[in-house]
């Protein structure tokens, strides 16, 4: 038999899994230690010594030197700082080691991340605490021990640590109502996330020519090219052979750090592709996109490519979002979001897709803010991604099973449902069928929602912890009137039917992308958040402050920061931005375009010389004028980008700061750009100094 890839043997080869566990750890220690991590219940310190030997053992093997507490701050990116395993012990005598207290706790002097003010009033360092629920890896030389980054008054600064008390809050919540059904009291509430996530492929040549990819992550010029998406033959298309082998590396890589990439396609934008990975715990989950994100980027270059995450690399083809199908499970491994086969199982599911509903309706403000970037308000609303309105898709057979409850009679369907919930057997929905649900921002397919604003280079950390807590809180509510009832079974039905009938309005089948439903969605009274501005404001609603703060999520200083951390990365973006405009207009578009302008007036006069009387101009004339007029525009355009941004008041708070951000210089930008591409199209291809959209967009070959 020939060599061939063991994927079996590969997957999870780097990763420090339960079997290698199983394996290394003394038989009382993996047994504590594994039921720590399923009930997420603290370490017993006795053990930490053991375990961490033990994976530095494994890890060398591997081929490791270093350790790192791998963390993930809120720049949304993630941070390391390696340590060598090596120590001396007596006279200088070598010893590799790696402590228990080294495993539990590291104190990274991360003090340059952004804090939105928290470290200031509490504590000037911050400590990362091993989070054993996500599994530690080797990955070059280094052992990655995952960790949540905390001050240390114990305020979080990082994503990690809000999703991981969501996931306990909503583990709260849902256990008094899984108790009330007559689960056991051990059995828990996991929330479960897969991430399908879109990137753009290009070749890395093209990357070095573009100030604006390198600056910025996305082009802030370019005139549209002749071919972009207009004939829909790149989504789903025949895999180009470099891609194809780009991909296999990717997925290779991934598998070994025990990432289950499962699907892999080209997109609808020329150059655009996606990787999806098998859905796991929200915790995971967010681990893994991470390092997906990651790994993209280090894979490429490999093969003369450069990954794209950004929202919006390009403009007038379709951006990049990262769809969060999410669902909530019991540790018994039964979803909660799936309608089952019995009338018990029915009615708890239609408990649990009234909580959800009536969260998403609750709390449209915190969902849209969660996917609120400045790179996202490119996507959001745009003619390829859902609009900026929250709304959820049900279904036809689902909505109307719904509508029968609600008006207490039967489903037009075959569904026969009565009030009398627990009684009848719910039919079973069909995987929704039609493709209207593409366009919905939140949509239930089938077993669980997918929230498709979410945006291709977001922590989803984010969206997750918020969904997490509004849903723990209308659980919380639930159960609280479940407690107290008589009559379970009517309670539950009068709980749903309120359910419909108060937030059915957060309903909606048909289109989202039509104009019509920003108008009905008015009418309905639904938010319409278009930018990141307007969205960010409601993080620090008075309501908003108290539910993170009730389910100990968030504290009011936590929730205060993380807004300013929000607002700050907002005006930071778009700061960098506006400057590689001007350095790039200034340094290769203004001298590109007096070149060719020479040029072309020398042209003139070494015509006049050889065909005296006989020559015209006409050509030469009307280019030149164009040249010159746009130019002349140009010259505007940088003095008013210039000026908008001289005239930033930086002592104004930061919510002026981020408005007069998202009203002043964008605006000024978008002018701007439309000079520089409309010179674009005017000016010899030799000289123009940036690789066109067609170039880039067609670069892998
Ligand atoms: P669809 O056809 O609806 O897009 P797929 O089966 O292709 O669904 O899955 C898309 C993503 O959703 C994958 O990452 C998959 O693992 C994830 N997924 C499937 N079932 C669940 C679930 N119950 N909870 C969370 N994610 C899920
Ligand atoms: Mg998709």
Redesign the pocket.
Known sequence: MGEYYDLAKAYESDVFNDAVMKERLPKDVYKSLTTSIKKMSPIDPGIADTVANSMMLWAIEKGATHYTHWFQPMTGNTAEKHESFINFVGDRKLVLEFSGKELIKGEPDASSFPTGGVRETYEARGYTAWDPTSPAFVKGHVLYIPTAFCSYSGEALDKKTPLLRSMQAIDKQGKRILTLFGDKADTGIVT?????QEYFLIDESMYEARPDLVYAGRTLFGAPPSKGQDLDDHYFGVIKPRVAAFMQDLDETLWSLGIAS??RHNEVAPAQHEI????ESANRATDHNQLIMETLKSVAPRHGLVALTNEKPFAGVNGSGKHC???IATTKGE?L?DPGKTPETNARFLLFLSAVIKAVDLHQDMLRLSVATAANDHRLGKAEAPPAIISIFLGDELSDILDALKKGGKASSKAHISMNIGVDVLPQFP?DTTDRNRTSPFAF????F?FRMVGSSLSIAGPLFILNTIVADVLAEFADRLEKTKDFKKEIAAIVKETITKHDRIIFNGNNYADAWVAEAEKRGLLNLKTTTDALPYFIKKENIALFDKHEVLTPAETESRTEVLLEGYVKILNIEAHTMLEIAHRDIVPAVVAYATDVAKSISTKKKALGAKASFGMEEDLLASLSKYGAQLSKDVKALEKALADVKEDGATLDHAEYYNKKVIRAMEKLRVSVDTLETLVDRNYWPLPSYGEILYSVK
Request: glycine share 10%; charged share 25%.
């Open positions: 479960n996330c897969g991430a399908e499962k699907t999806a990975s098998i859905f199908n999410w669902s979803n979001l995987k397919t089938g077993n669980k997918e």
